[in-house]
């Protein structure tokens, strides 16, 4: 099992930058495809990016450009760069982890995970 801490949500102004951490528990960090999710008021949690094992990426279409994933084994973290945010950003983010045997799969569908944070707030002004 594995708990998930998110941080560095915050409020920015629309055209700003913030970066998101998720740190993960226990030592088989390595052994986890990871995801960063989101939800906004009223809507459904949907994918924002995600990571597999061996460093393979995928993004929504809608921050393909603006956004990076990224991992750490060593510091047992997964990143969320966000540049160029716009009000529509405006969520909750989750990180999500899911133990796999492949080091390729990247996993975009919130039923693929397991673990969850608890997430953390990001507010982008117009």
């Known amino acids: 099992q594995v708990r998930l801490v998110e941080s560095g949500g915050g409020l920015v102004q629309a055209g700003g930058s913030l970066r998101l951490s998720c740190a993960a528990s226990?030592?088989?960090?390595?052994?986890?495809?990871m995801g960063w999710f989101r939800q906004a008021p009223g809507k459904e949690r949907e994918s924002v990016a995600a990571?597999?094992?061996?460093?393979?990426?995928y993004y929504a279409s809608f921050v393909k450009g603006r956004f990076t994933i990224s991992r750490d084994n060593a510091k047992n973290t997964v990143y969320l760069q966000m540049t160029s945010l716009k009000p529509e950003d405006t969520a909750v983010y989750y990180c999500a982890a899911e133990m796999t045997l492949s080091e390729i799969v990247v996993h975009s569908t919130t039923d693929e995970y397991d673990y969850w944070g608890q997430g953390t707030q990001v507010t982008v002004s117009s």
């Open positions: 226990g030592r088989t960090f390595s052994s986890y495809a």
């Open positions: 990571i597999s094992r061996s460093g393979g990426t």
